[in-house]
């Protein structure tokens, strides 16, 4: 049975400035190629087959460096990218109150309404990841009723009618549910 050894890139230069980092491509240090060097040696006695990594270049950098001592290429997959951190991007990590305001469970434990979450799939304000976040941490620890209804291939403010009329839709049933109102035989309900 063949083993998986998973590698984290060296010291890049958001690493270094003590930043936040998620999908912007920062590059290696001169500290963080020589720790890469010195990775790949390590490593170099090692049956290694097959590598895999992001395409940022701190991660393939470091996969490069691998594989070249294995000959064999490193293979660069979308779906190994970093976690988007939205706004948190290149915030310092001296800033506490910043994360805690860019997080989507600031002062969850507070909120005991029930709550939808509309969220276009493709939002470049609000990554897809925060607003599961958020559901989780409602629905499944706090135990308060929510949904979360995400809209294929929309952006941040659901620009087509039809993703519009069906979060409206949705808007009156959950209000009318909650409300104590029962919805009217010809009124509207969410698909």
Do not use: C
């Not at 040696?41 to 294995?70: C, K």
């Amino acid at each position: 049975m063949g083993r998986v050894i998973l590698v984290r890139h060296a010291e890049s230069e958001a690493n270094r400035d003590h930043t936040s980092l998620g999908r912007a491509d920062s590059p290696l240090t001169d500290h963080g190629r020589v720790q890469v060097r010195a990775l790949a040696q390590a490593l170099a006695g090692e049956p290694i087959t097959r590598v895999l990594t992001s395409p940022l270049s701190r991660a393939a950098d470091a996969a490069d460096a691998i594989a070249a001592h294995h000959t064999i290429p490193a293979e660069r997959h979308e779906a190994l990218l970093e976690m988007d951190v939205g706004d948190m991007e290149g915030l310092p990590w001296d800033k506490p109150a910043a994360y805690r305001q860019g997080s989507p469970l600031w002062d969850l434990s507070k909120v005991t309404t029930p709550t939808v979450i509309h969220m276009g799939e493709n939002d470049e304000r609000v990554p897809l990841a925060h607003a599961q976040t958020l559901y989780r941490g409602l629905h499944v620890y706090l135990g308060v009723d929510a949904e979360l209804l995400v809209y294929p291939g929309a952006g941040h403010g659901l620009t087509t009618y039809k993703h519009r009329n069906a979060k409206l839709l949705w808007d009156i049933a959950w209000f009318d549910h909650y409300l104590g109102v029962a919805p009217s035989e010809d009124g509207p309900k969410p698909d």
